[in-house]
């Protein structure tokens, strides 16, 4: 658990808050693991894995149904986190909607507020560095619409080119969907002033925040966004539970998104009455002990203190960036000027993948591909490259011990 020394301002004690994490004091292949691929999936703290285990041993049970004292017990805690996350990012409980991930938080928007609103000769606006779960659905509401996608182009570091956005923009468009960080390059997107020129044309704007809760302070009313989604799994908590985020006037303009139990008011044959929100949005039993856990993770990346984790996460990409740079042949790609901490590399003469392979056998685990962003690739005119990905529990030694391995796996494969 925490100590005081560590939550105390300017100090940051990350062998301290190494021992939350279980997971990361083991061997690979003989060697320490070092663990850089937090992009794809975050480690857990205690904090998260004792909430879950306790909710199995003390309260298991299905939330809001029931008389007894178990199923109290589990409504409490599932609608404290509910609260915990809204707080979190400066929402009211009523516009927190637990779904499984980022995923579904877009093809939730897309098929709902989407389908009712968005006709014929409309237009959607994304970006070039977005992921898979961000271009997919809206390409499937376009198809069924009849509406164009048009997409942000970037400049050579990966920054969208901001003057070819506000070129995009017009009465035609009715979204704005855009990540905040890019899971493949690092870049920090200027989503506030997106949002602004989006609304001056009077479109809705959704944020993929999956990149950037787990990094930086995310405060919805200060971007002024309608919808914005993350995953719990990125952000130190459980697989298959995550957040959409909607301005409670639109949540309330939009039909339910999947039918069921929890999301209705009363059922006849004839007709149903829907839920009101947030649980209009939450058919069938969720994800309860994901849900519970998630507000502990939320809980525990504020006491360590999200401006404490931005400026170590920054170091460590600084030193990092320096340090990879020293390889010879080495480029990275993503060189945005506002950057979170991610490290995407390629090495002349190297296929990614069996680099990564290499750094496996010393215990290193980074991620080689496209990371979920073909066309983002395609525009740099690759096949994918090697990331390692940043999160607070990482070390400078670490980064020493990677730059080596890369080294050492170079001389193996030239
Ligand atoms: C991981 C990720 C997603 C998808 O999240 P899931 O948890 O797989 O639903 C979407 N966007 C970004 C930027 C991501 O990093």
């Known amino acids: 658990m925490l ?3 560590l939550t105390a301002p300017g100090v940051f004690d990350v062998e301290q808050i190494r021992k939350d994490f279980p997971i990361l004091h083991q061997t690979v292949n003989g060697k320490p693991l070092i663990y850089l691929d937090n992009a794809a999936t975050s480690q857990k703290p205690l904090a998260v894995i004792n909430t879950i285990t306790d909710y199995y041993e003390r309260y298991n049970s299905n939330i809001h149904r029931g008389a007894h004292h178990l199923a109290q017990l589990a ?84 920054e969208i080119l901001f003057d070819e956005y506000l070129k995009l923009l017009s009465p035609k468009t009715k979204i704005v969907s855009i990540a905040y960080v890019s899971n493949a390059l690092g870049t920090i997107n200027p989503v506030k002033q997106v949002i602004t020129e989006a609304h001056k044309v009077g479109a809705v704007v959704f944020i993929d925040a999956a990149q950037a809760l787990p990094h930086q302070k995310v405060d ?21 539970i995550g957040i959409l985020y909607g301005r409670e006037i639109l949540l309330d303009t ?25 649980y209009k949005f939450e058919a069938g039993t969720p994800h309860i002990e994901g849900g519970i856990a998630l507000g502990a993770a939320i809980n525990y990346i504020n006491a360590i203190g999200l401006d404490n984790i931005s400026a170590y996460e920054h170091q460590l990409l600084e030193y990092g960036t320096k340090k990879l740079l020293e390889i010879e042949g080495l480029r990275i790609v993503g060189t945005a000027a506002n950057k979170s901490s991610v490290l995407s590399f390629l090495i002349n003469g190297i296929h990614p993948y069996d680099l990564g392979v290499l750094l496996n056998q010393q215990g290193i685990a980074i991620r080689t591909g496209h990371h979920c962003c073909q066309p983002l690739m395609d525009r740099f005119g690759i096949e994918g490259t090697c990331r390692a990905s ?25």
Not at 119 to 147: F, R, T, Y
Not at 220 to 240: N, Q, R, Y
Not at 254 to 273: C, D, L, W
Request: charged share 25%.
């Open 75 to 158: 409504t409490e805690a599932y609608e404290n986190a509910r609260k915990t996350i809204a707080e979190h990012i400066n929402a009211s409980t009523k516009e927190v909607n637990f779904v499984r991930g980022t995923t579904e938080a877009v093809n939730l928007v897309a098929s709902t507020y989407g389908r009712k609103f968005v006709k014929a000769g409309d237009e959607i606006i994304i970006s070039a560095l977005e992921h898979h779960s961000n271009i997919v659905p809206w390409q499937m509401l376009c198809e069924e619409k009849g509406a164009a996608l048009k997409v942000i182009p970037i400049n050579e570091g990966g």
């Open 254 to 278: 939009m039909p339910p998104y999947m039918g069921g139990g929890e999301m209705i008011k009363s059922v006849t044959f004839e007709k149903t009455t829907y839920n009101e929100l947030p």
């Open 220 to 240: 919805v009313k200060e971007l002024d966004c309608d919808f914005l989604g993350f995953s719990g799994h990125k952000v130190f908590a459980a697989t298959g």
């Open 3 to 5: 100590t005081e020394k």
């Open 390 to 414: 940043l999160a607070f529990y990482n070390t400078f030694d670490e980064i020493d011990q990677l730059a080596k391995a890369i080294n050492k796996a170079v001389t193996i494969l030239k």
